[in-house]
């Protein structure tokens, strides 16, 4: 399963949601085009962090304005990751934060429990 988030230049810097099982393996993608074009900047560079938890990147793949990650979420909880859009003259950065969260598919969690948010 994929998800996608388009960045467009009103959005503010909200947290991104992901929620997934644990050892789930995802693809991420981030559309930085609705920013771009209203900018009229392109994002040449990408650059991505786990700030804290345990998730992990497989393979990443940048072209102009889209990163497209496989991330993985090997234990339990909650995991931050920061990725960065770049342009080529280094003038604008685009900072995106998404928030992973990893349940125990063994654990029955009701959608509206504090497990599960």
């Known amino acids: 399963m994929a998800v996608t988030f388009k960045i467009r ?11 997934r099982l644990k050892g789930q393996t995802e693809q991420i993608k981030i559309d930085f085009a ?9 994002l040449t560079s990408m650059t991505q962090e786990v700030v804290s938890g345990t998730a992990t990147f497989g393979t990443v793949q940048q072209s102009d304005n889209t990163w497209i990650a496989f991330v993985s979420t090997p234990d339990e909880g909650g995991s931050l990751i920061k990725v960065i859009g770049t342009d080529a003259g280094g003038s604008y950065l685009v900072p995106v934060v998404l928030a992973l969260y990893a349940r125990d598919p063994s ?7 504090d497990y599960w948010r």
């Open 9 to 19: 230049p009103n959005d503010g810097l909200g947290v991104r949601r992901v929620r």
């Open 34 to 42: 609705p920013w771009s074009d209203q900018a009229g900047v392109t």
């Open 107 to 113: 654990f029955a969690a009701t959608a509206g429990s």
